[in-house]
């Protein structure tokens, strides 16, 4: 008995190598062909199927394989995982974590970077698809007023712009009117139209969006800059899509130039050698809502001159005071023309001066200064540079009321203006809009 048992284990042993034979055969044969039909695409399928087997040793082979290809899989999924982790490693400055993941996707796929068609972020499927959802964010920022107004809608029965996050005991700015609202909004945007702090307050919550989007601030301020020149909304979809759009000077800053040029000095005695100079002044043009303008050339640099410039009433004796008005030609081209002068100062008339005898006084004269400016954008800011195109000066006699105009030619010592914006030009409010 004990040897019949022992030639019936060598038969289950034979039985069980000679299956796991056929598997490997089987496993080989679907190797074999998957093989083939990689490097030939275009070869049936049916034409590299491999040799007929048993279904019972086909069947385990299959599962094999497809378990094997199951891993394959997963394993180049963490891969790009971890490769797209390192891109965004290195695009925030991280270059040693980003060597480190580019390491550990290539230990898993050496030829990682190829199959990657960067569709998919680095934090997997919990951000996933930015590309998509940016589209489908721009499509909702696009109606972000209407979005809101429903929210606040549908909320509550009586609309409150904002709610406190946590209890506080006195009173909310919630609980204040739409008129009183508005009315603070309005000084936010001041006499000196600084829609940059709306925009910014617009931030703080849905309400205060929506107070920000009002028309009846944006068209005000529309009438300040253009007056009545822009009575008509069309080609503009808002007040707002007009201010952004339409070009203007800005009020937020000042308009620098900075020239340079060489100067010849006077000989030596000797003769051996001649003095050169170079002369370095700027000019600045500071703009108002209301119409006004000033002007000022100096050698001084914008550091001391800029927080001279925040009021009209400063106290610098070369400034210049003016007028300006937009113009649009046919040409489809913005220009500034101002006329500015010196400041008038009423002189004392001293009478014991020409006491013993007589003298004809001097003729006074008025001299006033007419500048032409192209306004044009440059880089990514808008409105931001102005070229000159004309500049004359007109002395007329106060007596007679004749004007003696000279003009300047414009060279390369009339260099452009830019714009600079300057905090302390809208860190106080004087008035509302």
Known sequence: EAEEDCHADLGRTDDSERSSEANLQAELQMFRAQWMFELAPGVSSSGLEPLPCRASSREPGLKSVDARGKQEIAKEEKAKELFLKA???ERNGALYEAIKFYRLAMQLVPDIEFKITYTRSPDGDAVGK???????EDDKMADLLTDFQQQLTLQESSVKLCQPEVYVSQTHISALPMEVLMYIFRWVVSSDLDLRSLEQLSLVCRGFYICARDPEIWHQVCLK?????CNKLVPYASWRDMFLERPR???DGVYVSKT??????????????????QVEYYRYLRFFPDGQVMMLTTPEDPQSIVPRLRTKNTRTDAILLGHYRLSQETD????VFAVIMKKKEEKPVDYHKYRYFRRVPAQET?????VGLQLCSSGRQRFNKLVWIHHSCHITCRSTGETAVTTFDIDKMYTPLFFARVKSFTAYSEKPL
């Open 130 to 136: 930015r590309c998509v959802e940016d589209s489908k």
């Open 87 to 89: 891109v965004e490693e």
């Open 225 to 229: 800059i253009w007056g009545r020149s």
């Open 260 to 277: 340079k040029y060489i100067r010849q000095g006077e000989q030596s005695l000797d003769g051996f050698y001649r003095a050169w100079h």
């Open 366 to 370: 008025d001299h006033s200064f007419h």
């Open 249 to 251: 000077v800005r009020f």
């Open 332 to 335: 489809n081209q913005t220009k």
